[in-house]
């Protein structure tokens, strides 16, 4: 009676070798039989042997086999408890004085026979699964090994299959040479799985780094997990072990079972895994890419304007919670109208590689290099970045180089000691979140972050890389008391390691990847962050070379502001002006993001005071100063529609706010029509993007009127025609409220008012152009009178 296998899922706990079923090898290309038998399993902890081998079958062509000298007794125990660092070296046909010796490891196969056209030789069983013997040939043939199972009273199953162990080595010099100096570029392509045609047979290639292992072993569900017959080679000093497996290819499960230092096992995902099970399984999935890309005139054209030049405009999204229970192809089918429609420019996909607990919101990653699979497969998330930029929309995607999670089937102490993390027990703890950090100075660890960087954006078309928690990533003592970290060999406090490590980050994507932009989440004073790597500041250090960099205290000072009663704003007048202190020292985004619409800080309307119509006002008065202020924006889904409940990845934004029936035209459905035209205006006025970065592109006009809590602000484009932005957060109306303007201009208009009707607002508005009068002002000449509404802001252009 055939034994049912156990479950193949790998995300079960680890189980002695010993005791998993028997491994099936894949057939061969085009060679399989036409009835196959799972074998028996090996008895509970004993070591895997096979039956009793059937008598010599003696059918036309079979040649003589001599028995082959046994293996040592050291190389044959290594070679069964997978930790022989050449196994090559022992199983495949090797030349001899008498012929060529051909030995397999095939555990629980009843025979091997070893076909070389119309010779067929049966092989002697040296138990254990090994089988060898010397034919009397004068150089290897090609071959395969016919490999039979089943019991006495059974009919035998037969399957034809490559000998892994013939094949030379499907990783080239010039791969392990860049390898081991840390420069491989295009890493993914050589370690991992990737299926290809070596040495005219299809299968994939296994390959991966574990220099402190005593061996490894592919296993999947194509051996029943178990993987005792496929003991991988080491490629000398690079620490990369490899494995050519033929007749293996997409869609198959599989792990490395790796033979730490101290000789116990260990199941792990490939680290390089390109494509996942869905969680809470954990096995790599072998994958290629087939995806048709049709954006190449996105491609062709995103680098030609600088971004710190051009329109930014960004909606941050939690693709598994914007419209839960899609996928990635039924998103792409809604997300880029909504997000045209809205006039953003760029979408900001909160992190998309894998993380098995959906709760860390993707931001505790396990496999860098596998887009979740919670959606679909890779090429899902390819049509769907398709679909973004050929509806004229940027994509931009959180990258989580900070930390990694401690799951014992992913990266910690991945080969039985200390790997992708810091040695330093100090150094490897992430004291905020419980995970380990990068260890920043091994230059493999640095290579498989910079080329992962990479391999997003050239494999996924990504326009850019949002850098989660660099403040972590840049200071020894983040989050440590005094005793809890070591000074630099500078003796400051700086990670030396981390700042190189960004620095050709960022260098090698800018280099690599036209019209890619980098954005720092950075929430200190560092200096330079978006400086060119080239450029030394006064500290010493070169820039970090980011394109972009979060605004933090813009963000934290103007909430705080708002959040205020208007009786109370006056005294925290300076917290709306305290930005333009510093716009200029990097390029900033303005972020209203996820982070500051969970665990208890509130939705952005609910932190507004006063009643209903006041919180609306308020944060409609907000986004109309957000938008005109230095600086490229982004906001988190739900914000745009003024939702009132915080963020929550369990049923993502109240979409049913939207619905006419709930009375919505004049609450909800008004916010977001207000963020479709700030958008539009923003995009079709330079003065609101064209100088962000200069001081040239900024003028107060009256940054002081802590009394009547108003702001007001010229934008200039490159040409010099202004944009005037007036914001009011007071709940009264002033009338003939007169402010200074340039004079050379005959009339101003009113082209965004937020206490429009249609937006929910009171409708107090400035229907008539304003034409300046030869009153000084504010240190101008001329100056204009207008009507300013209750909680709003007013953007007004000469005519």
Same mark, same amino acid.
Not at 79 to 95: K, Q, R, V
Not at 111 to 120: F, L, W, Y
């Given at each position: 009676m055939t034994a049912r296998p156990p479950s193949d899922s790998p995300s #079960?706990? #680890?189980?002695?070798?010993?005791?998993?079923?028997? &491994?099936?090898?894949?057939?061969? /290309?085009?060679?399989?039989?036409?009835?196959?038998?799972? &074998?028996?399993?090996?008895? /509970?902890?004993?070591?895997?042997?096979?039956?009793?081998? &059937?008598?010599?079958?003696?059918?036309? *062509? +079979?040649?003589?086999?001599?028995?082959?000298? =046994?293996?040592?007794?050291? +190389?044959?125990?290594?070679?069964?408890?997978?930790?022989?660092?050449?196994?090559? /070296?022992?199983? *495949?046909?090797? =030349?001899?004085?008498d012929g060529v010796l051909f030995r397999a490891l095939? =555990?629980?196969?009843?025979?091997?026979?070893?076909?070389?056209?119309?010779?067929?030789?049966?092989?002697?069983?040296? *138990? +254990?699964?090994?089988?060898s013997g010397v034919l009397p040939l004068r150089a290897v043939p090609e071959y395969s090994l016919l490999v039979r199972y089943g019991d006495d009273d059974a009919e035998p199953d037969e399957l034809e299959i490559q000998d892994p162990y013939r094949f030379l080595p499907a990783l080239g010099d010039l791969d392990l040479h860049l390898i081991g100096e840390g420069r491989h570029e295009e890493l993914w392509k050589a370690l991992g799985a990737q299926p290809m045609i070596h040495q005219n047979v299809t299968g994939t290639r296994f390959t991966v780094w574990a220099p402190n292992a005593r061996g490894v072993r592919v296993t999947g569900d194509f051996t029943y997990w178990d993987g005792t017959s496929l003991p991988m080679r080491s490629l000398g000093s690079t620490g990369v072990w490899e494995l050519f497996v033929p007749g293996i290819g997409e869609g198959a499960l599989y792990k490395f079972d790796i033979t730490r230092p101290d000789g116990s096992h260990t199941l792990r995902a490939d680290p390089m895994a390109r494509r996942t099970e869905v969680p809470p399984a954990t096995a790599s999935i072998v994958t290629e890419s087939h995806h048709v890309w049709h954006d190449e005139d996105w491609m062709a054209h995103r680098a030609d304007r600088p971004v710190h030049e051009a329109p930014f405009s960004v909606y941050e999204i939690h693709l598994a919670s914007w419209r839960p229970g899609l996928t990635y192809r039924q998103l792409a089918s809604q997300l880029p109208a909504y997000v045209k429609d809205l006039g953003f420019t760029h979408v900001e996909l909160m992190p998309v590689a894998e993380h098995p607990f959906g709760g860390s919101w993707g931001y505790q990653v396990t496999g860098f290099y596998a887009p979740t699979s919670r959606m679909g497969t890779p090429d899902d998330f390819r049509y769907l970045v398709d679909a973004l930029h050929r509806a004229g929309i940027g994509v931009l995607v959180d990258w989580v180089p900070a930390h990694f999670p401690k799951d014992d089937w992913a990266l910690a102490q991945f080969d039985g000691r200390p790997l992708y993390e810091p040695s330093d027990p100090q150094r490897a703890e992430h004291p905020d979140w419980g995970t380990l950090e990068f260890d920043y100075g091994r230059t493999e660890v640095r290579n498989f972050l910079v080329a992962n960087a990479v391999y997003w954006c050239e494999e996924f078309h990504i326009d850019g890389l949002r850098v989660d928690a660099v403040a972590s990533m840049l200071y020894l003592d983040y989050s440590r008391e005094e005793g809890q970290w070591s000074p630099n060999?500078? *003796?400051?406090? #700086?990670?030396?390691?981390?700042?190189?490590?960004?620095?050709?980050?960022?260098? %090698?994507?800018?280099?690599?990847? &036209?019209?890619?932009? %980098?954005?720092?989440?950075?929430?200190?004073?560092?200096?330079?962050?978006?400086?060119a790597t080239h450029e030394v500041g006064p500290d010493g250090f070169g820039g970090l070379g980011f394109g972009l960099k979060w605004n933090m205290g813009w963000m934290h000072d103007s909430l705080d502001y708002v959040a205020k #009663?208007?009786?109370?704003?006056?005294?925290?007048?300076?917290?709306?002006?305290f930005s333009m202190v510093y716009a200029y020292s990097e390029n900033y985004v303005l972020p209203i993001s996820h982070d500051e619409v969970v665990h208890g800080k509130r939705s952005l309307v609910s932190k507004m005071p006063g009643d209903w119509w006041q919180q609306r006002a308020n944060a409609r008065a907000y986004l109309g100063f957000m938008w005109a202020h230095p600086g490229k924006q982004l906001l988190f889904m739900g914000q745009e529609f003024a939702q009132g409940a915080e963020w929550s990845e369990s049923h993502g934004p109240d979409w049913w706010v939207l619905d006419p029936s709930y009375g919505a035209e004049a609450d909800h459905r008004g916010v977001r029509d207000l963020v479709r035209d700030l958008n539009t205006v923003y995009g079709s006025t330079p003065a609101l993007w064209q100088r962000d970065t200069v001081p040239e592109g900024f003028s107060w006009v009256d940054g002081d009127a802590g009394e009547d809590n108003v702001f007001a602000f010229l934008r200039f484009d490159a040409a010099g025609s202004p944009l005037l932005a007036v914001s009011h957060f007071s709940p009264v109306v002033r009338h003939q409220y007169r402010l200074g303007v340039p004079e050379e201009f005959a009339a101003w208009t009113e082209?965004?008012?937020?206490?429009?009707?249609?937006?929910?607002?009171?409708?107090?508005?400035?229907t008539e152009p304003l034409k300046p009068e030869s009153v000084g002002t504010h240190g101008r000449p001329a100056s204009i009178q207008l009507t300013l509404p209750p909680l709003a802001t007013v953007w007004l252009r000469p005519s």
């Open positions: #079960e706990p #680890e189980h002695p070798i010993t005791s998993l079923p028997a &491994p099936v090898p894949a057939p061969a /290309a085009g060679k399989q039989s036409a009835r196959r038998k799972r &074998p028996q399993p090996a008895k /509970a902890g004993a070591a895997p042997t096979s039956p009793t081998a &059937p008598k010599p079958r003696k059918d036309a *062509g +079979d040649r003589g086999v001599r028995a082959a000298r =046994p293996l040592d007794d050291g +190389d044959r125990e290594r070679l069964l408890t997978g930790s022989h660092h050449d196994p090559h /070296a022992l199983l *495949g046909a090797h =030349p001899t004085e095939r =555990p629980y196969a009843r025979a091997v026979t070893v076909v070389a056209k119309e010779m067929r030789a049966e092989l002697n069983d040296d *138990g +254990d699964g090994l089988f060999e500078r *003796g400051g406090r #700086e990670n030396l390691d981390a700042v190189a490590f960004l620095q050709e980050m960022n260098a %090698t994507v800018y280099r690599r990847c &036209p019209g890619v932009v %980098t954005v720092a989440e950075e929430s200190t004073a560092w200096n330079g962050v978006t400086r #009663e208007p009786v109370h704003r006056k005294y925290h007048h300076g917290e709306m002006t082209v965004l008012n937020t206490d429009e009707a249609r937006y929910g607002g009171s409708d107090v508005l400035n």
